[in-house]
T-cell receptor, first 112, second 113 residues
Framework: DAGVIQSPRHEVTEMGQEVTLRCKPI?????LFWYRQTMMRGLELLIY????????DSGMPEDRFSAKMPNASFSTLKIQPSEPRDSAVYFC??????????FGQGTRLTVV | AQSVTQPDIHITVSEGASLELRCNYS??????LFWYVQSPGQGLQLLLK??????LVQGIKGFEAEFKRSQSSFNLRKPSVHWSDAAEYFC???????????FGAGTRLAVHP
């Protein structure tokens, strides 16, 4: 298995633009997580899905953030409009029914 | 509140020396516990995990961790550190029945030759 695949690896965008981050989980995994990593706040769970259904989105910072999982093999995290304080590394992770997730390589987002 | 604490932000050891990274958790029951490693510019890799049973858990890359309920700790150890172990290490837990992971702030390990 190729593991969790995220795209793009790096994204530089201007403030106010829409940003879409993409994730392909490991085949057969029914949990998908979006995390954000910053120096100030460390690793924060933004949202997670079970069987494509959002279970807990309490970590989503603002209405500017939205996440979808239209099918078992694809998820997106969208920021609209983006702001400089959204600059971070965004990780997608997936797991099966057993706790303990497998992480993608991350997307480094820079909003200028 | 549920939380995990890694008291050491930075640790420096010499190559070949032993290593212990500390992790304490706050939770009303026994959580599921994990250690992850993150190399620069990379994602997080699972080193080991504890669910139940034997309190000494073996992981990849020669790491082990010991769960101590009385101390609410899950410290990571390695008997002899290699230069390639330089990375950031994260302790995490999830509460029973849920899959979401709560991470500590991380400990950055530097290895001197």
């Amino acid at each position: 298995d190729a593991g969790v695949i995220q795209s793009p690896r790096h994204e530089v965008t201007e403030m106010g633009q829409e940003v879409t981050l993409r994730c392909k989980p490991i085949s057969g995994h029914d949990y998908l997580f979006w995390y954000r990593q910053t120096m100030m706040r460390g690793l924060e769970l933004l949202i997670y899905f079970n069987n494509n259904v959002p279970i807990d989105d309490s970590g989503m910072p603002e209405d500017r953030f939205s996440a979808k999982m239209p099918n078992a093999s694809f998820s997106t995290l969208k920021i609209q409009p983006s702001e400089p304080r959204d600059s971070a590394v965004y990780f997608c992770a997936s797991s099966s029914g057993t706790p303990g997730a497998f992480f993608g390589q991350g997307t480094r987002l820079t909003v200028v | 509140a549920q939380s995990v604490t890694q008291p050491d932000i930075h640790i420096t050891v010499s190559e070949g020396a032993s290593l212990e990274l500390r992790c304490n958790y706050s939770y009303g029951a026994t959580p599921y516990l994990f250690w992850y490693v993150q190399s620069p510019g990379q994602g997080l890799q699972l080193l080991l995990k504890y669910f139940s049973g034997d309190t000494l858990v073996q992981g990849i890359k020669g790491f082990e961790a010991e769960f101590k309920r009385s101390q609410s700790s899950f410290n990571l150890r390695k008997p002899s550190v290699h230069w390639s172990d330089a990375a950031e290490y994260f302790c995490a837990f999830s509460s029973g029945g849920y899959n979401k992971l709560i991470f500590g702030a991380g400990t950055r390990l530097a290895v001197h030759p």
